[in-house]
């Protein structure tokens, strides 16, 4: 039986992991996530999603530094799923990259 983490950031990052799983499924079935066109709401959706992946008696406990850890093991998921996305939805969401 594999071992489980002790401490709650490691069990939270652990929880991340599982879950983002999905994203790579809908990648791989050509599906994609849309994203807000703003900076600021993305990153507030991106946490929002961190957040409510953790445990209420977890949240207290985990430190700036692992929700960071978790937002952006979140956005690195998200992000290569835009190039799915319709050109139309990419021009209107202003989120050009070369993809």
């Known amino acids: 039986m594999p071992e ?15 879950r983002v799983k999905i994203l790579k499924t809908l990648l791989d079935a050509g599906l994609g996530v849309y994203q807000a066109a703003e900076e600021e709401k993305r990153k507030r959706a991106i946490e929002t999603v961190a957040r409510m992946t ?4 977890e949240l207290p406990r985990l430190t700036p530094e692992t929700l960071a850890k978790a937002c952006d093991i979140i956005a690195s998921h998200l992000e290569p799923m835009q190039k799915v996305l319709p050109h139309d939805v990419q021009y209107r969401n202003r989120m050009r990259k070369a993809w």
């Not at 002790?6 to 990052?13: E, H, N, R, T, W």
């Not at 953790?54 to 008696?57: K, L």
Request: no cysteine.
């Open 4 to 18: 489980v983490p002790g401490d709650v950031q490691s069990v939270f990052l652990d929880r991340i992991e599982r």
């Open 54 to 57: 953790a445990r209420t008696s």
